[in-house]
């Protein structure tokens, strides 16, 4: 038994002594390498940090507000009769294109005819009669009231033959302006009364868009403004216009201010009441300055990027404008000759050299 446990003791004291070798061995090789490194970079020197630089990008920045609106016709109006009538002729087809002037309806005016006719025989018989009181009076066969009432009667006969004439021409309905007729709701033979609904006419070379954008932007928002429009019906196809109408009142429902633009529309493929997205441009700046977002950090409230200068990086306080589809304008801190950092400015100091890689030109 003690021959066991001296024999266990030996054991156990070879396998300390075993780890002590294996542990000062690690050490001291470990401590080598670290001197044999430390060597390497005090002979050589740390490595600048690999960085991404480029140009400054010119162009032209705009900034777009984003609005849904309805397109409507430049004008719009239904055409109805003023005067009832049977129907006696209609001269158009539905959705064809008309001539401001050109004849659409025609009632029947048989008796607006006769109306006429009488209201001139009987101003003929007023003028004659009045013909006659003057020729008295001026003999002194006749009074000045005489001579007064036939004027007068004279006066009412010339105004019964304009009013006959009137409603003889309001038996005509012609088109009011160059538009496109819709669908007629009468037909030929029909009895129509005043203001009841025949055809309607619209004009969509221009076509409107209305369109509305929150109150915050109200001051940004000015006449001559240019927008583009994309419609569901037709897709891959964009349109443009300007502004020309706001309206000054302020939706107070819902915080918003209606604008009214018009779109060249020579090809009639806009109708009125289609839905439209709306990119309202409300500042557009050439020459801009641009670079992208990755290149701008922040220290406290303010800006910079890091301008490449003799192999080292100068940190430059910026000042930005516009941001659009990852790229900012600077509006002041650089020039259009400068090379920028576009990524990797986590790695640098100001003054701290670096080693540039340059970045792919963007693509004109």
Do not use: C, W
């Amino acid at each position: 038994m003690a021959r066991l446990q001296s024999r266990n003791m030996v054991v156990a004291a070879i396998f300390v002594a075993a780890m002590v070798i294996a542990t000062v061995f690690y050490f001291v090789s470990g401590s080598g390498g670290q001197q044999s490194g430390g060597a390497m970079a005090q002979g050589g020197g740390r490595p600048p940090p690999v960085v991404l630089v480029g140009d400054v990008e010119v162009g032209t920045v705009r900034r777009q507000l984003s609005a849904v609106g309805t397109l409507r016709s430049n004008e719009s109006v239904v055409i109805q009769p003023e005067i009832a009538g049977r129907v006696a002729g209609i001269f158009f087809d539905e959705g064809m294109a008309v001539d401001k002037g050109a004849r659409l309806i025609a009632l029947d005016d048989a008796i607006f005819r006769a109306e006429l006719q009488q209201a001139k025989a009987r101003l003929a018989l007023r003028r004659a009669n009045h013909d006659r009181a003057k020729d008295l009076f001026k003999r002194g066969a006749a009074s000045a009231r005489n001579l007064d009432e036939a004027l007068a009667e004279m006066r009412v006969a010339e105004a019964d033959v304009a009013l006959a004439q009137a409603r003889l021409d309001k038996g005509t309905i012609s088109a009011p302006f160059d538009g496109i007729l819709g669908l007629r709701s009468v037909s030929l033979g029909d009895y129509v009364n005043p203001g009841q609904r025949i055809v309607n006419i619209e004009d969509i070379d221009p076509i409107k868009v209305d369109f509305r954008v929150p109150e915050n932007y109200a001051g940004l928002v000015g006449l001559d403004q240019k927008i583009a429009i994309d419609v569901d019906a037709l897709p891959g196809r964009q349109f443009v216009g300007r502004v020309y109408a706001i309206d000054p009142l302020i939706d107070p429902s819902g915080r918003a201010v209606t604008l009214r633009a018009t779109v060249a529309n020579e090809s009639s493929e806009l109708r009125p009441g289609m839905f439209a997205r709306v990119k309202l441009t409300v500042a557009e700046h050439d020459d801009a300055l641009l670079v992208p977002e990755t290149a701008i950090f922040a220290r406290g409230q303010d800006q910079f990027v890091y301008r490449v200068v003799d192999g080292k990086a100068v940190m430059a306080e910026v000042r930005t404008g516009i941001r659009r589809d990852g790229k900012v304008e600077i509006v002041e801190g650089i020039s259009k000759t400068d090379r920028i950092v576009f990524e990797g400015h986590i790695k640098l100091q100001d003054g701290s050299p670096l080693k540039a890689i340059e970045a792919e030109k963007p693509v004109s």
